[in-house]
């Protein structure tokens, strides 16, 4: 059953697997096919949703968990797709996105697992926070005129490689847990990622693949300046991991960065490098400097 009212389809409760709505409606309107998270699935069945033409505006949450959901068609005129209107459609797998549609709203395909390919218009100027967290992408291009992600747009796409040109990553987290983004074979040609996450994503690829030689060269070339921003962003796991797999073996640049470190106060980073240089290097002139810029 299809319940519209004033050209605007305000709830569907049914068990058809193929929806095509009536050419008419103007706007799907907030949980109209989905379903709130104290509620009962509204359409367990639904696969695929054909919209009209008519349809200018996607209302959030209009599609949330539409768990069956596979297909969607847009047309060729929808010009807004409001917030988390397609979240946790955990079988969707390929969106095509009209031309007009202006901006990717927060959370659109959050959770959406299945998600592997999407089409992004050059009409897009905006892709907001989340967008496609938790999402199944394997590959996206985004158009070439867009120079600013929000953060956490790509959270947790463990799978995507990405096409982007001139691309700054806002507050260094648009591509948090992303670590396939760059690949083993990538890591010298990435000059699109800020150097803080490019340094964040290099050194997780390396305590994946610990014996690759390409990283390993990559990371000692001007080890220092990479590191340092492991310290600057507090990354204690990770420089754990590092000291772990013996890549700080030079004495300069384990002293160098043990400065850095008691510069800033990272008490903890300290106490880990300094346990570090004991077991492999000894402490020698660095204690002169610990003695005289940091207080354990």
Request: hydrophobic content about 40%; proline content about 3%; overall charge negative.
């Amino acid at each position: 059953m299809l319940g519209i009212q004033n050209n605007a389809l305000k709830k569907y409760i049914g068990s058809a697997e193929k929806i095509i709505v009536p050419d008419g409606v103007t706007k799907i309107e907030a949980f109209a096919f989905g379903h709130a998270d104290n509620e009962e699935e509204g359409c367990p069945n639904l696969k695929e949703v054909i919209l009209p033409a008519s349809v200018k505006e996607i209302e959030r949450f209009a599609f949330y968990q539409c768990r069956a959901l596979v297909k969607i068609h847009f047309p060729e005129n929808l010009k807004t797709i409001g917030q988390e209107a397609f979240r946790k459609c955990v079988r969707l797998r390929k969106v095509t996105l009209p031309d007009g549609l202006t901006e990717i709203a927060y959370g659109l395909f959050e959770s959406c697992y299945s998600l592997e390919e999407i089409y992004i218009p050059d009409s897009v100027r905006e892709i907001h926070e989340k967008a496609f967290s938790f999402c199944g992408l394997k590959q996206i291009e985004i158009p070439a005129h867009i120079r600013n992600l929000s953060p956490l747009v790509f959270d947790d796409c463990i799978n995507i490689k990405a096409s982007y040109q001139n691309i700054h990553f806002e507050a260094d987290r648009s591509l948090q847990n992303c670590i396939q983004l760059i690949n083993t074979h990538d890591a010298e040609n990435c000059g699109w990622i800020s150097a803080t996450e490019k340094a964040y994503i290099i050194f997780q690829l390396y305590c994946q693949y610990p014996d690759d030689e390409k990283l390993i060269r990559f990371l000692k070339d001007d080890f220092f300046h990479k590191f340092v921003k492991l310290i600057d962003r507090n990354e204690i796991n990770l420089i754990y991991k590092i000291l772990r797999y013996g890549l700080l073996v030079d004495r300069e640049n384990i002293n160098a960065c043990l400065r850095y470190a008691i510069a800033v106060h990272a008490s903890e980073i300290v106490l880990m490098l300094m346990d570090y240089k004991q077991k492999h290097l000894g402490y020698e002139e660095i204690e002169s400097v610990i003695s005289r810029k940091f207080t354990l």
